[in-house]
């Protein structure tokens, strides 16, 4: 029994500690949250950050090429057969014109040497810690990028679940509506005092809304995964958007934002082109560099011991030592113009870099203007549809009562309830305009900021 009441307990606190985890797993954000929390924990995001964390490597690995090097080399020989040299045989008074065969050496020996290299002058190295402090703003502007294009999505996402929740929320209630239209019509049809097309003709539209109703009860499941992914969550953990659709377009509305001038050196996509001709330039410099001479300087230590049998372990082991101190001088001299063909090489590519430099100047511009021009008119759209939609409803009641009324016909008020069917999508669709047309506009001016500094990440790696 005491066993059984055991079990019992730890199933209990078990079960216990799997609801408690799932509620923890439990998220609910507003958009500036969820921002927030898709720019640490995103796939994409822990991917850039971790971009930026190689280039450092990268940095350090260059920069250590130029620092003392310090190895060791520990060799031993056992002469299984021993080579044997002949000498004449009259060293040791034998007869002129024969050899002696003379064995040199011990059968085993033992060699030890620590040398320590040192870089003096290399032109190369220093260009290449250049290009490793240009590779790592190249990686921090990358993340940028990234972290900005994350936040876009994020919006974008955001948006997506609250014109989803919307439509569904829209379509359910004008279900009912016409669920008791149809009703009623059908009442005043078996009474005699409709046609069978009235009855009809609200059996298609209940139809056609029920179809669109389940599309977007669809549709909502995906725009939640989808944002769940975009946060660097799994599709099946519970996520509450604690914003509303309405509320969040008339945050976004700022006129004002559209007179933000554009500093062209603050645009992420403008930053990484000219990276790229900064690292070009680089390589030019490499090749140029490739023809001045290299100096290095080397010291080694060496030890060796001869026995002929294993004693090198042992405390009366004798040990000769020697020690070297040099310098090496590398001159390159005739490359048969290989060196002149890389530089050339090198200053085209440079020539290339430039160019798209400048091309990525006039299309961040552009990019700009157009962004401008599509935030301006997602606004115009979004007053329009207000009015319109609060138009469409008043066609839509007008008629409503004129068909119960018995002085319009069911095709008039069909096209009434479609016209304001439409134009509902429309105004929850031009919310979703406005909110990622400043999204996007924020993006190319930069404004958000997202930059992150290496040194933020060197305690992390």
């Not at 609250?162 to 569904?168: H, N, R, T």
């Not at 962004?371 to 549809?385: C, G, H, M, Q, V």
Request: avoid cysteine.
């Amino acid at each position: 029994m005491t066993r059984i009441l055991t079990v019992i307990s730890l199933l209990f606190i078990l079960s216990s500690a799997q609801a408690q985890t799932q509620q923890q797993q439990q998220y609910a954000f507003t958009i500036e949250e969820a921002v927030e929390f898709a720019l640490d924990s995103s796939f994409t995001a822990i991917n850039a950050r971790r971009d930026i964390a190689k280039a450092l490597k990268q940095k350090w690995e260059t920069t250590a090429t130029g620092l003392p090097q310090i190895s060791a080399d520990i060799s031993y020989r056992n002469n299984l057969k021993q080579p044997v040299t002949l000498l004449p045989a009259e060293i040791t008074g034998g007869p002129p014109g024969t050899f002696v065969p003379v064995v040199f050496g011990t059968q085993q020996n033992m060699n030890a040497v620590a040398t320590l290299n040192q870089l003096i002058f290399d032109g190369s190295y220093l260009v290449g810690l250049q290009a490793a402090q240009a590779f790592l703003d190249f990686s921090e502007n990358s993340n940028e990028k990234t972290r900005l294009e994350v936040r876009k999505g994020v919006i974008n996402a955001y948006g997506s679940v609250l014109l989803a929740e919307e439509l569904v929320a829209i379509f359910e209630k004008n279900k009912a509506n016409l669920e008791d239209n149809l009703f009623e019509t059908r009442k005043i049809f078996e009474n005699g005092l409709t046609e069978e097309e009235s009855v009809e003709q609200l059996e298609i539209t209940l139809l056609d809304i029920e179809t669109q109703l389940s599309n977007a009860r669809r549709s909502e499941i995906i725009a939640r995964q989808m944002f769940k992914v975009a946060l660097g969550l799994t599709v099946d953990i519970p996520v509450t958007l604690t914003q509303d659709l309405d509320n969040l377009a008339e945050q976004n509305i700022s006129l004002e934002f559209l007179e933000d001038s554009l500093t062209i050196e603050e645009n992420v996509d403008y930053k990484i082109a000219y990276n790229l001709t900064r690292q070009r330039d680089l390589e030019l410099k490499l090749e140029k560099s490739k023809a001045l001479p290299t100096i290095s300087g080397f010291l080694n230590y060496a030890a060796q011991g001869n026995s002929d049998s294993f004693t090198f372990l042992n405390d009366n082991q004798e040990w000769f030592q020697s020690s070297v101190l040099g310098v090496n001088m590398s001159i390159p001299i005739f490359s048969s113009l290989q060196r002149s063909a890389r530089t050339q090489r090198a200053k085209i590519a440079l020539d290339q870099a430039e160019t798209d430099l400048e091309q990525t100047v006039q299309n961040v511009r552009l990019d700009v203007t157009r962004a401008r021009s599509d935030y301006k008119f997602a606004i115009e759209k979004y007053e329009n549809a207000k009015e319109n939609l609060a138009l469409a409803e008043r066609i839509e009641r007008k008629n409503q009562t004129k068909f119960s009324e018995g002085i319009s016909t069911s095709f008039d008020l069909r096209q009434a309830q479609t016209q304001l069917y439409n134009a509902q999508q429309q105004y929850f669709q031009s919310m979703l305009d406005v909110i990622n047309g400043k999204a996007a506009l924020e993006t190319l001016l930069n404004t958000p900021d997202l930059r992150i500094e290496s040194e933020t990440l060197r305690d992390r790696y």
